[in-house]
């Protein structure tokens, strides 16, 4: 079930990582916009204040975290920071991430698949890891994790990123199976092809404006984010609208 967009997130707490640009800035608006105060984590500070303005200048409110996601010490201390000031935690959006490069395989730098592996599932399960027990505390705790579709289609010369949301989405599984029993629930996000900078690095050649915009994608994973939809370990398929369960190989 997909919620019908018309619900409220007054006095929920909201976590967006990768909250400076694209899909994350987005999602970010959409959930002050609802009521949430967002927690914004990112890198790039003149981002975040760029986001801080438009959220408050809409009535909404947010505590820009700027960090980078491969200090894992400051990872592991955010649920901490969080738990002292807030007690609790309603929604978590593990949405930053790199590409690394597009190559063969056998041709990628060392240095370079340490580092899709550190950004994109390292600091996902730091993620998890503080932020758990907090979404526990929620009357309806959300947490979304993005993916992509190259974790099932395997696409030829994206092996390292295809592997590292493939990764995410087991641990996500994982993670749902464990929490069945609480109110937490947990999914993975395909947001299919969006118009953001890191597709134009991936598809140079593709034209940007045949692709959906970050702001319409990011209005279409809000949805899920309703509590009132229990789903929990599966895939949310963007482009299809749909939840989708997994199936074992053919």
Do not use: C
């Not at 608006?29 to 609802?34: H, Q, T, V």
């Not at 200048?57 to 990872?75: C, E, H, N, W």
């Not at 041709?107 to 899709?116: L, M, R, T």
């Not at 929620?138 to 592997?163: E, I, K, M």
Request: proline share 4%; glycine share 10%.
């Amino acid at each position: 079930m997909i919620s019908d967009g018309s619900f409220r997130l007054d006095g929920k707490l909201a976590l967006v990582t990768g909250a400076s640009r694209g899909i994350g800035y987005f999602l970010s608006k959409d959930l002050a916009a609802r009521g949430a105060h967002v927690i914004a984590v990112a890198r790039t500070v003149g981002g975040l204040e760029e986001l801080d303005d438009e959220i408050t200048a809409a009535g909404g409110s947010a505590t820009l975290v700027p960090l980078d996601l491969t200090d894992m010490p400051a990872i592991d201390r955010l649920g901490g920071s969080i738990y002292e000031r807030w007690g609790k935690l309603d929604i978590l959006v593990a949405n930053a991430g790199v590409l690394g490069t597009i190559s063969p395989i056998g041709h990628v730098e060392a240095k370079v698949f340490d580092k899709v592996m550190n950004i994109n599932v390292s600091s996902v399960w730091r993620l998890i890891r503080t932020t758990d027990p907090l979404l526990k505390l929620s009357d309806a705790g959300r947490a979304v994790l993005l993916s992509s579709g190259v974790a099932h289609t395997a696409r030829a010369y994206w092996g390292p990123y295809a592997a590292s949301k493939a990764a995410v989405e087991v641990m996500g599984r994982s993670w749902a199976e464990e929490a069945r029993q609480t109110k937490l629930r947990v999914n993975s996000v395909n947001p299919g092809a969006t118009r953001t900078a890191m597709r134009a690095q991936a598809v140079p050649g593709e034209d940007p404006e045949t692709l959906p915009t970050a702001a319409e994608v990011a209005a279409k994973i809000a949805l899920i984010l309703d509590p009132k939809i229990d789903d929990t370990g599966k895939l949310y398929d963007v482009r299809a609208g749909k939840l989708l369960g997994y199936n074992d190989p053919s």
